[in-house]
């Protein structure tokens, strides 16, 4: 599991997402992630950050006349139209879920297995029937994320954390070339949130996934993503350096709200400053 995969990125143009009565959940927004980044995408709560991702994995169509949306080579969206071919081109797309989106009752290698399920025949999907080498290699992809031991335990049973490295390991397996983190540590204990981290900037660096992760506080931004995009009322307000976006410089961009992004020792911090 540590070969270099094909590396992929993507670009968003122009992208508008309306909720009623003229409210913008995304307002023309663009972007673009090199092949083999770590970026992060930050914001305070409605910023837009959960519906830019869903826009990308073609979960969510933008506003019709609305720009395109294109990971590697496969346009996910044009015009407000998501490709009718669009489950074929997830396989390409890991998406992590904030609240780990497990299947409670089955064990974690069967968890990790469903990461296959896009590039196996159907009927084998829907009997979930699987061969000893994809066994194996799910397992490796346990022992990646430090928790192979755990293989034929309930999901249900595993702490937060662990859940959320066996929907990293789910993301290995499906041989995603790009990794979509929705708020990945948000439910998180400290400790849990950096070990997460550290898996993600590991898988980043060891297998070329490109990662784009949302993050609620601007310190794992810091420490861990090269780069950070910052929304604000679904517009992009800082494309840049991670290290540049000091307690002072955020106050700039964000106002009264910038408390709601920095950890309590950043807030004091801010306060003083």
Known sequence: MTHQRQRTGLEVTNITKSFG???????NTSLKIE?????????????????????????LA???????????SNTIQDQGKIASNIRAMRADIGFIFQQFNLVGRMNVLTNVLTGMLPRV??????????????????????????????AYQRASTLSGGQQQRVAIARCLVQHAKIILADEPIASLDPESARTVM??????NKEHGITVLVSLHQVQFARRYCPRTIALRMGEVIYDGPSQ???PQHLRTLYGASVEELLDGTEAVDFATA
Do not use: C, N
């Open 244 to 246: 540049d976006l000091t």
């Open 21 to 27: 009565a003229g409210a913008h959940a995304l307002q």
């Open 62 to 72: 933008a506003d019709m006349g609305s720009g395109a949306i294109q990971v590697g």
């Open 198 to 203: 550290d898996i993600l900037a590991k898988i």
């Open 35 to 59: 092949p083999g980044e770590m970026v992060a995408l930050i914001g305070a709560s409605g910023s837009g950050k959960s519906t830019l991702l869903r826009h990308v994995s073609g979960f």
């Open 121 to 150: 025949p159907l009927w084998r999907s829907l009997l979930a029937h699987f061969t000893e080498a994809e066994k194996l290699e799910a397992y490796d992809a346990l022992r990646v994320i430090g928790i192979e031991d755990l």
